[in-house]
């Protein structure tokens, strides 16, 4: 179990933007080594100049598509070498899908699932040896409150999530059946204020602003504050972190209700769109995006515990 995080080796996937970044900023604060990825070349620079400033005792960035299981394999080892050992995990990069199944295409499907589940398996059975050769090394996966229950029009995102759920779970309960000390988390966000939505796609019919809007209207969670819990949950070595009081709530409820949860489902589907379920009034078309606020240190002086 990480108790520290100080010298510590950590890798983050999506750390261009969202969770990934804030996950890189609160690390950095601890004084970690960073390996960073992301697709997003100039994100994952901004990533980079932030968490530098921010304390982080070195820092390397990767250009990667987690969809190609090659590159993260490479990456993987390469990350190794470079560091001398890895020692946290944080399989977070993703992607939005807004479509019903018969309206949506087979390559925004296969989009999706490569870079959901795909790069989270590859990311997992890249550096699960590297983990094992550590003392205190943790795997992270992330999936989501969209992997605890069905919503409409999200069916493929629904799809890689539950699978990350499952496939982790799985892989928890291989590492305690081996007397591996490597911990691992299943981390099940709720709405975070990140622009996957934004980066998302969408099939014909389905207005992404719309979309967009009622993601930011429902998101109510920061992603530093995401980025804090997470890793409180890994210092305490959780099985299960549900970010957000709506992740909770949703995860006690759809255990309680059972299948009397789906028609709640669908009725407040009906009124608010399929991103939420929080009721109340639409909100108005999304704008364009906020600016990324500029952190200073300060703002990271106890990032972890006072998450």
Not at 285 to 298: D, F, K, M, R, Y
Request: glycine share 12%; proline share 5%.
């Amino acid at each position: 179990m990480i108790r520290e995080f100080t010298g510590r080796v950590c890798v983050v996937t999506g750390a261009g933007s969202g969770i990934g970044r804030a996950l890189a900023y609160e690390l950095a604060a601890h004084g970690a080594r960073l390996a960073l990825a992301d697709v997003d070349a100039a994100g994952l620079d901004e990533t980079k100049a932030s968490a530098t400033r921010l304390g982080a005792r070195e820092i390397h960035c990767a250009v990667l598509d987690v969809a190609d299981r090659v590159a993260v394999l490479a990456w993987a080892d390469a990350t190794a070498e470079r560091f001398g050992g890895v020692d946290l995990v944080v399989n977070n990069a993703g992607v939005a899908l807004t479509a019903d199944v018969e309206e949506m295409s087979w390559d925004d499907f296969e989009w999706l699932m490569g870079i959901n589940f795909w790069g989270v398996a590859y990311g997992t059975k890249a550096f699960l040896p590297h983990l094992r050769r550590s003392p205190e090394g943790h795997l992270v996966n992330i999936s989501s409150v969209f992997g605890l229950f069905g919503v409409p029009s999200q069916s493929a995102y629904c799809a890689a999530k539950y699978a990350v759920r499952g496939f982790t779970e799985s892989v928890r309960q291989e590492m305690r059946l081996s007397g591996s000390g490597v911990g691992v988390t299943t981390v099940h966000p709720g709405g975070i204020k990140t622009n996957i939505v934004r980066n998302s796609r969408a099939a014909a019919g389905h207005d992404k602003n719309e979309v967009v809007a009622l993601h930011d209207a429902a998101s109510r969670t920061s992603a530093q504050r995401a980025a804090r819990i997470i890793l409180r949950g890994v210092r305490r070595g959780r099985a299960r972190v549900f970010v957000g009081a709506d992740a909770t709530a949703i995860d006690v409820g759809s255990r309680l209700l059972g299948s009397i949860f789906e028609p709640v489902v669908r009725v407040v589907s009906k009124r608010t769109g399929p991103t939420t379920l929080l009721p109340g009034r639409r909100p108005a078309p999304a704008g364009p995006p906020a600016p990324v606020p500029v952190l200073p240190p300060n703002r990271y002086s106890d990032p972890v515990t006072g998450g």
